[in-house]
């Protein structure tokens, strides 16, 4: 989206937090309609997305964000010099150090209890652990469950802030966009993916039932009848 936060549901949250800029300001700004930024205040929409400071991400200065406040009709504008992105590279596998690895059980437990939307795939990528960990963690059957102590993957340096958001991003977005359509109700979670892959598969044909032998005989034995 040109001109405009690279974030954009991420940096209303922030700016609504934060700012006394109106819902009509917010809206323009981050590319959003006026409704959808007033269901993000209300907590109807974007409720497990983190704000994200435009300031600190170089997407908005502070004296931009003052002149918006002191008038209701003045436009935010994007600092575009600071929000070049370079072409994404592609990344190289992520390497955990060993001192941390043993950690990587408790950072999957405090996603799967603070953000079950977010699919398996994506915690796999984020973690670089495996769905079947995940699974185990999620049905506590992982050998060590009860020892598990969910813990901030961020604090203990095996993925970086930005990447959790984007990911628990991503799994609002598809949560809200689910419950518009009427596939998911208030207070529901997403599936894990596993379970959604299996049940978009088509079902099993039913076994074809067994012959009835008495009734093949009898059959038989009208028609020898006849005959006779």
């Known amino acids: 989206m040109a001109d405009k936060p690279l974030m954009p549901k991420a940096t209303a949250v922030w700016l609504i937090d934060n700012t006394g800029l109106t ?61 070049i992105v370079a072409p994404p590279k592609k990344k190289a596998p992520r390497y955990t150090p060993l001192s941390r690895r043993q950690e990587r059980p408790n950072a999957i437990a405090w996603i799967v209890r603070h953000h079950p939307e977010v699919p398996d795939a994506q915690i796999v990528k984020l973690l670089g652990t495996t769905k079947t960990t995940i699974q185990a963690i999620r049905n506590k059957t992982h050998w060590n469950s009860s020892n598990l ?9 095996l993925c970086s802030q930005f990447d959790l958001d984007m990911a628990v991003s991503k799994a609002a977005e ?55």
Do not use: W
Not at 176 to 190: C, F, K, T, V
């Open 149 to 157: 102590e969910p813990q901030d993957p961020v604090a203990l340096g």
């Open 23 to 83: 819902f009509e300001q917010i809206a323009d700004f981050c590319g959003l309609h006026t409704l959808e930024v007033k269901g993000i205040a209300d907590g109807d929409v974007a409720s497990g997305v983190r704000g994200i400071d435009p300031i600190t991400q170089h997407q908005l200065t502070r004296e931009e964000i003052e002149k918006a406040e002191a008038d209701e009709d003045y436009r935010m504008k994007l600092s575009k010099p600071k929000t």
């Open 174 to 228: 598809k949560r809200a966009a689910m419950q518009e359509a009427g596939r998911l109700s208030e207070g529901d979670s997403l599936a894990p993916a596993a379970e959604t892959e299996r049940g978009e598969e088509e079902a099993p044909e039913a076994p074809e039932a067994a012959p009835d032998i008495d009734k093949i005989f009898a059959n038989f034995s009208d028609k020898d009848e006849e005959d006779s």
